[in-house]
């Protein structure tokens, strides 16, 4: 998106997911979980979409557990171990630098 477009709340709603007919100052926003997807390694990006559509949320699909992982579309039982894992690795880190950063 070129800088010019950030500016225009129409424009950066609509990239978002917010209907162009409202105004997007008036939703509250959640982190839907692609940033910490992206973080565990050799997940490809499809299946990053199929589950953040599937658990509408970052913090549904981190409660999840490998069961429900492999109710997704193109998430079996070797990939809702990874998944289940890289995200217990990230929470492992995340922890270890905030007590560093003490």
């Known amino acids: ?13 609509q990239v978002l997911g917010f209907p162009r007919s409202v105004n997007p100052m008036d939703y509250a926003v959640a982190p839907r979980g692609y940033r910490v ?7 490809p990006e499809h299946v990053v979409d199929h589950v953040v559509g599937h658990f ?7 409660r999840a ?14 990939r809702a171990r990874e998944i289940r894992e890289g995200l217990r690795r ?3 880190q ?9």
């Open 65 to 78: 557990s490998i069961e429900d992982l492999e109710e997704v579309d193109g998430v079996g039982t070797v």
């Open 1 to 13: 998106m070129p800088d010019g477009q950030l500016l225009e709340f129409d424009e950066l709603a």
């Open 90 to 92: 990230l929470q492992e």
């Open 56 to 62: 509408n949320g970052l913090e549904a699909f981190m």
């Open 37 to 43: 997807l992206s973080k565990i390694p050799r997940l």
């Open 94 to 102: 995340n922890l270890v630098d905030r007590y560093l950063n003490l």
